[in-house]
């Protein structure tokens, strides 16, 4: 059991280039998530997706798409990358709870930086 | 609209001396809160969390955090740190439509010898 991971670790990229970040759970869980942590802003929310074949954006959406290939994997694509991506991305996984409650597991993170 | 206010950016300590980290949330409902730690390189390990119930709550890593609602505070403490508990630690809180957790902006823990 893996939990969740995330490929690459370790990415720089120039200005105007596209990738995308792959992420997978192997715990069964229904929602995934991504977020990117700059330096005192904490984690902010870019998509999630609550179910396979569902995506919603999050709080900072813009230049960023998403891709629920199947229930373990949640992909994020940057078509264009811009220098103010620079960032480091978590990639989240929920577990379902009883009722409302539940936790997210966070993957390792990947940093990107945008030259 | 929720926020999650962690005031103190970094904390120096010493090893075996007592931690207290503060957070402040503004939430019109009963909150759900929860402390993150990330190790330098790391990803977010859960450390505790509070749905209800008693208000003190017991971690991992001999954590615990207290829910005070008439101070919208959940602060976190140790009562010996260890060199191993330098890291950055988030609280954050649970939006409960879409599950999205919104977390303050950290704090960084320095551990002296």
């Known amino acids: 059991n893996a939990g969740v991971t995330q490929t690459p670790k370790f990415q720089v990229l120039k200005t105007g280039q596209s990738m995308t970040l792959q992420c997978a759970q192997d715990?069964?869980?229904?929602?995934m998530y991504w977020y990117r942590q700059d330096p005192g802003m904490g984690l902010r929310l870019i998509y999630y997706?609550?179910?396979?074949?569902?995506?919603d954006k999050g709080e900072v959406p813009n230049g960023y798409n998403v891709s629920r290939l199947n229930k373990r994997e949640f992909s994020l694509r940057l078509e264009s990358a811009a220098p103010s991506q620079t960032s480091v991305y978590f990639c989240?996984?929920?577990?379902?709870?009883?009722?409302?409650?539940?936790?997210?597991?966070f993957g390792p993170g990947t940093r990107l930086l945008v030259l | 609209a929720q926020s999650v206010t962690q005031p103190d950016i970094h904390i120096t300590v010493s090893e075996g001396a007592s931690l207290e980290l503060r957070c402040n949330y503004s939430?019109?409902?009963?909150?759900?809160l929860f402390w993150y730690v990330q190790s330098p390189g790391q990803g977010l390990q859960l450390l505790l969390k509070?749905?209800?119930?008693?208000?003190l709550v017991q971690g991992i890593k001999g954590f615990e955090a207290e829910f005070k609602r008439s101070q919208s505070s959940f602060n976190l403490r140790k009562p010996s740190v260890h060199w191993s508990d330098a890291a950055e630690y988030f609280c954050a809180v649970l939006k409960a439509a879409g599950n999205k957790l919104t977390f303050g902006g950290g704090t960084r823990v320095l551990v002296k010898p």
């Open positions: 509070y749905f209800s119930g008693d208000t």
């Open positions: 989240a996984s929920r577990e379902p709870g009883r009722g409302m409650v539940e936790t997210q597991y």
């Open positions: 715990m069964n869980h229904n929602s």
């Open positions: 939430y019109g409902a009963t909150p759900y």
């Open positions: 997706s609550a179910s396979e074949g569902t995506t």
